[in-house]
């Protein structure tokens, strides 16, 4: 069976349309199926990433906030009991080398005063976040209407690290 050259060009042409079919189907369609579904799973993971920034953004105000506020609740609890002279915010690194903040607190009373201090720490739930505590009775007197209670007059030092 002796074929024409139109016949020879036209089987060349259909076996080459075959071939650029089972290539497109076999070959070109799945690469671009992942291509796509590789570009969708990068932007996934990029939406997750901003989201989990997002999210540590907000958690560092708070825990600013929450370190600013602790210090005003440990002003406000223990004002009624004491004198404070002052209250100091410390950033400190740790043994592992992670951020620690400690508040050290100085406040003047009568020793029973002093002592209901511990009523306001259990409320603010620091007393098992006691670094350091130390009570000195107090020697010297300004205010003249304390002089009667010199013998109970103490100054206590204290310092919380705050979670």
Excluded at 92 to 97: A, G
Aim: glycine share 2%.
């Amino acid at each position: 069976m002796k074929l024409s050259k139109r016949e020879k060009s036209l089987i060349g042409i259909l076996f080459g349309l075959g071939i650029i079919f089972i290539l497109n189907t076999f070959i070109i369609k799945p690469t671009n199926i992942k291509l796509v579904e590789l570009h969708n799973e990068k932007q996934n993971i990029i939406n997750i990433k901003n989201n989990i920034q997002q999210i540590n953004q907000s958690n560092s105000i708070k825990e600013i906030d929450k370190e600013e506020d602790i210090v005003l609740k440990i002003e406000k609890e223990i004002r009624q009991f004491a004198t404070i002279d002052y209250i100091d915010k410390k950033i400190v690194w740790d043994e592992n080398n992670n951020d620690e903040i400690n508040i050290e607190l100085k406040v003047n009373g009568n020793l029973e005063n002093v002592l209901k201090i511990d009523e306001a720490i259990n409320k603010l739930e620091l007393s098992k976040n006691i670094k350091y505590i130390e009570i000195n009775k107090v020697n010297n007197i300004n205010d003249t209407e304390e002089i009667d209670n010199l013998e109970n007059l103490v100054e206590c030092i204290m310092t919380f690290k705050v979670v």
